[in-house]
Nanobody, 124 residues
Framework: QVHLVESGGGLVQAGGSLRLSCVAS????????MGWFRQAPGKERELVAG????????YYADSVRGRFTISRDNAKNTVVLQMNSLKPPDTAVYYC?????????????????WGQGTQVTVSS
């Protein structure tokens, strides 16, 4: 069992930055592929960034590539999503998720554990 807690969301103007953190407890984070998802009202939950167990393989959605960076520190059981050049379409609830699969997968149902989510609002 893994318990995930996100923090760092908030309200920011377009062009600004936010840093989301996810702290895990229970089992070591190194056992899991980690992902940051987001879900806007009326839209499906989508993977915006993911990292393999050691961070050697990463994934970014086209809409955030070059602006968002995922990083993980397994020793601290922490995963971070640095979000720069934020845009109003980035407004959503952001979720940290852990997957016990060996591969970095995009589908939400590949992830076993989820945090409670943190709201990110980007104003124009």
């Amino acid at each position: 069992q893994v318990h995930l807690v996100e923090s760092g969301g908030g309200l920011v103007q377009a062009g600004g930055s936010l840093r989301l953190s996810c702290v895990a407890s229970g089992r070591a984070l190194s056992n899991y592929v980690m992902g940051w998802f987001r879900q806007a009202p009326g839209k499906e939950r989508e993977l915006v960034a993911g990292a393999s167990w050691n961070g050697g393989i990463t994934y970014y959605a086209d809409s955030v590539r070059g602006r968002f960076t995922i990083s993980r520190d397994n020793a601290k059981n922490t995963v971070v999503l640095q979000m720069n050049s934020l845009k109003p379409p980035d407004t959503a609830v952001y979720y940290c998720a852990a997957s016990s699969t060996n591969a970095l997968r995009i589908a939400p149902d590949a992830y076993d554990y989820w945090g409670q989510g943190t709201q990110v609002t980007v104003s124009s």
